[in-house]
T-cell receptor
Framework: EDKVVQSPLSLVVHEGDTVTLNCSYE??????LLWYKQEKKAPTFLFMLTSSGIEKKSGRLSSILDKKELFSILNITATQTGDSAIYLCAVTPDNQGGKLIFGQGTELSVKT | NAGVMQNPRHLVRRRGQEARLRCSPMKGHSHVYWYRQLPEEGLKFMVYLQKENIIDESGMPKERFSAEFPKEGPSILRIQQVVRGDSAAYFCASSPIPDTQYFGPGTRLTVL
C-alpha cells in the first residue's frame, strides 16, 4: 500500500531558529513529491520535486528529494511566527491520474 | 485569476439529510479532485474528475457519496443521508493537467 510518513508530527521552535521537516514515502511508480503549507484554510502549494538532488528554493524555504532513499526534507531558515502552520507532504504515484497521497502533516509552532 | 472556489464554506446538516458541496476550479483547469480531512487526520483522496467524466473514484465510500463535474457549472460532491461520521472538512483541488494541484478553502460539514 502506498504510504507517506512525516516526522516529527509536531515541533515548537523560537523565532530565528532553523527547522528541518522530514517526509519518507513508499509508493509504486513514483512521479512527484509536493509540499504544502496549511493554515486555517486551504493548503497552499510550496514545492514540487521530481528529480533527486536538485534543491528547490523560495525565500527562506528550501526542499530536496532523494529518490534512492525515498525521502524529502523541507528546511525553513530564520523562522518567523508567520511560519506557524501544518506542513503537508504528498506523493503522486504515476499512472494514477495525479491523485495525491498525503502524510499526516507536521504541525510547526514558532514562538516569539 | 481567481483561485479555486468552494461553497458553502460551512454546512450544517441533521442526520439523514443530504449535503451538496460545490467546487469551481481555477480558470483553465479541467481536472478536479476531492479530498476529505477528518478531525486529527490527514487529507485523504476521494475522487478525480474531468469534465463529464469520473476518472478515479477509488477513495469514495461505496454508498451515499457521489460526485460529478458537468460540462457547464461547478463540480458537485453529494452526500446522501448524512451520518455523524461524515463530519469533516472537504477540500477541492484543481489542475490544468494531472500535476500540481491548487486547493480551495474547503467546506466544513457538521452533522448534528
Amino acid at each position: 500500500e502506498d504510504k507517506v510518513v512525516q516526522s516529527p508530527l509536531s515541533l515548537v521552535v523560537h523565532e530565528g531558529d532553523t527547522v528541518t521537516l522530514n517526509c519518507s514515502y513508499e509508493v509504486t511508480n513514483f512521479r512527484s513529491l509536493l509540499w504544502y503549507k496549511q493554515e486555517k484554510k486551504a493548503p497552499t502549494f510550496l514545492f514540487m520535486l521530481t528529480s533527486s538532488g536538485i534543491e528547490k528554493k523560495s525565500g527562506r524555504l528550501s526542499s530536496i528529494l532523494d529518490k534512492k532513499e525515498l525521502f524529502s526534507i523541507l528546511n525553513i531558515t530564520a523562522t518567523q511566527t508567520g511560519d506557524s502552520a501544518i506542513y503537508l507532504c504528498a506523493v503522486t504515484p504515476d499512472n494514477q491520474g495525479g491523485k495525491l497521497i498525503f502524510g499526516q502533516g507536521t504541525e510547526l509552532s514558532v514562538k516569539t | 485569476n481567481a483561485g479555486v472556489m468552494q461553497n458553502p464554506r460551512h454546512l450544517v446538516r441533521r442526520r439523514g439529510q443530504e449535503a451538496r458541496l460545490r467546487c469551481s476550479p481555477m480558470k483553465g483547469h479541467s481536472h478536479v479532485y476531492w479530498y476529505r480531512q477528518l478531525p486529527e487526520e490527514g487529507l485523504k483522496f476521494m475522487v478525480y474528475l474531468q469534465k463529464e467524466n469520473i476518472i478515479d473514484e477509488s477513495g469514495m465510500p461505496k454508498e451515499r457519496f457521489s460526485a460529478e463535474f458537468p460540462k457547464e457549472g461547478p463540480s458537485i460532491l453529494r452526500i446522501q443521508q448524512v451520518v455523524r461520521g461524515d463530519s469533516a472538512a472537504y477540500f477541492c483541488a484543481s489542475s490544468p493537467i494531472p500535476d500540481t494541484q491548487y486547493f480551495g478553502p474547503g467546506t466544513r460539514l457538521t452533522v448534528l
